[in-house]
Antibody, heavy 123, light 106 residues
Framework: QVQLVESGGGLVQPGRSLRLSCTGSGFMFRKYGINWVRQAPGKGLQWLAVVSFDGETQYYADSVKGRFTISRDNSKNTVYLQMSRLRPEDTAVYYC????????????????WGQGTLVTVSS | DIRLTQSPSFMSASVGDRVTITCRASQGINNNLAWYQQKPGKAPKLLIYVATTLQSGVSSRFSGSGSGTEFTLSISPLQAEDVATYYCQQLEKYPRTFGPGTKVEI
């Protein structure tokens, strides 16, 4: 079955960097875009970034543009989120989500999600 | 950016009730809207996409409707296991924004 597993979370000091990983299995990883979505404690969902199936295209939320970089290594079935200049307000559970699209349309949806990894930014 | 609002933000209903949650977009989104259910401590789960299409494996008690800028998620009849927070999301443009959520309690 489709599975996404995030890793790399933990406690990090403000201003430092951290890299999250999202490893997929049970599907043709190289054919799908992967998104990162976060959820601060007690708050709603915030979309952060997406990388296209081939890694050629990325989009970012304004709140992380220039600080976070999304990339992928299809040989390892893994998507990365490199986070730099971390702030306390980046404290959240970070989810990766596989997107699917209806063929020949612009209709997307996030059909599978990982279990999330907690990032805590604190001194 | 496309802003999504949801109403109500919280609702309490009884088992067997019909529950309706509304999501409004700040501009037209061509029905490119999804609904997710999130239970405490769990990842979101896709319920509905393209405003009205039920995701495979999801109970037929869930249904989506709407067009243009106003969309609804209905749950009927409400069951105890439906206690969760429900989010809408637009996928028409980047950034892929979510609504603030609606918490449903029994």
């Amino acid at each position: 079955q489709v599975q996404l597993v995030e890793s790399g979370g933990g406690l990090v000091q403000p201003g430092r960097s951290l890299r999250l990983s999202c490893t997929g299995s049970g599907f043709m990883f190289r054919k799908y875009g992967i998104n990162w979505v976060r959820q601060a404690p007690g708050k709603g969902l915030q979309w952060l970034a997406v990388v296209s199936f081939d890694g050629e295209t990325q989009y970012y939320a304004d709140s992380v543009k220039g600080r976070f970089t999304i990339s992928r290594d299809n040989s390892k079935n893994t998507v990365y989120l490199q986070m730099s200049r971390l702030r306390p307000e980046d404290t959240a559970v970070y989810y990766c989500a596989k997107e699917d699209v209806i063929l020949n349309t612009n209709f997307y949806y996030f059909d599978h999600w990982g279990q999330g990894t907690l990032v805590t930014v604190s001194s | 950016d496309i802003r999504l609002t949801q109403s109500p933000s919280f609702m309490s209903a009884s088992v067997g009730d019909r529950v309706t949650i509304t999501c409004r977009a700040s501009q037209g989104i061509n029905n490119n809207l999804a609904w997710y259910q999130q239970k405490p401590g769990k990842a979101p789960k896709l319920l509905i996409y393209v405003a009205t299409t039920l995701q495979s494996g999801v109970s037929s008690r869930f249904s989506g409707s709407g067009s243009g800028t106003e969309f609804t998620l209905s749950i009927s009849p409400l069951q105890a296991e439906d206690v969760a927070t429900y989010y809408c999301q637009q996928l028409e443009k980047y950034p892929r924004t979510f609504g603030p959520g609606t918490k449903v309690e029994i």
